[in-house]
């Protein structure tokens, strides 16, 4: 077992306790990979659970219903590759009944402070549990970015579309934890990914301690619903005969 893996599944152990994580425990909850981990965070990975640290940014997430990325290198050692694809649904709140142009294809965050999350909805994750709001209509969304190595010893990327940093922290086995933050606008996300559809409990829990050391709010903004993946979405069985787009899994 890799020493990352080894380490996290000794700070597990701290996501049981009832009490908030300590200064010490968050020094082990938040440690990020080094520059040399690289190989840890590549290949492909679906979008588990996120939490926001700003309210208008945060909102973003609701139309989100699945998305998955991979990360491949390039042939400069220093850019790293992002193809995000996933599923949006546009929602109207029933009370309010606003005209809301068509949505139309765009890209989709990477970001868990994400790219520009909050300049366009059709572009961001939603939950589709959201009270008091019917979707009306859903989207197919494929997006491949470009992103370049911040000099460090860490683990940390900066994407110049969103003019966005990308920082990775140690994390469970088979997961990729993703702290995005806009150094402007001082939004930020935090992004739990993982190889499969589903993560343990305590990983979770794990993942909503790392979150409260860096201050984002417990409450998660965005949770996957496995039944929504690229082959079993719930349009997938009408999906041609409504003229939507087939989300595949990118790779």
């Known amino acids: 077992m890799p020493a990352t893996h080894r380490a996290f599944a000794l700070i597990s152990l701290l996501s049981f306790s009832a009490a908030a994580p300590t200064v010490d425990d968050c020094n082990q909850l938040t440690q990020p990979l080094q520059a040399n981990e690289l190989h840890q965070i590549l290949g492909r990975w679906i979008f588990i659970q996120g939490l926001a640290g700003n309210g208008s940014l945060g909102d973003t997430l609701r139309f989100v219903e699945s998305t998955w990325m991979v990360l491949n290198t390039t042939s400069d050692s220093r850019t790293l590759q992002a193809e995000i694809a996933g599923r949006v649904v546009q929602q109207l709140d029933q009370s309010v009944q606003p005209q809301v142009p068509k949505m139309e294809d765009a890209s989709i965050p990477t970001n868990s402070q994400g790219p520009e999350l909050s300049s366009n909805p059709s572009s961001h994750p939603v939950s589709s549990s959201t009270p008091h709001l019917v979707m009306k209509e859903d989207r197919c969304l494929r997006n491949v970015q470009n992103m ?104």
């Open 148 to 251: 370049s190595l911040v000099d460090g010893k860490d683990l940390e990327f900066y994407m110049k579309i969103a003019s966005s940093y990308h920082r990775f922290l140690q994390t469970c086995p088979d997961c990729l934890l993703m702290h995005t933050y806009d150094k402007v606008a001082n939004h930020q996300l935090f992004y739990l990914f993982a190889r499969n559809k589903t993560v343990t409990a305590s990983d979770l829990e794990t993942f909503r301690k790392q979150g409260e050391c860096l201050r984002f709010p417990t409450t998660p903004k965005f949770n996957y619903n496995p039944n929504n993946g690229p082959e079993n979405g719930p349009q997938a069985a009408n999906a041609a005969a409504l003229g939507r787009k087939k989300c595949i899994f990118p790779g």
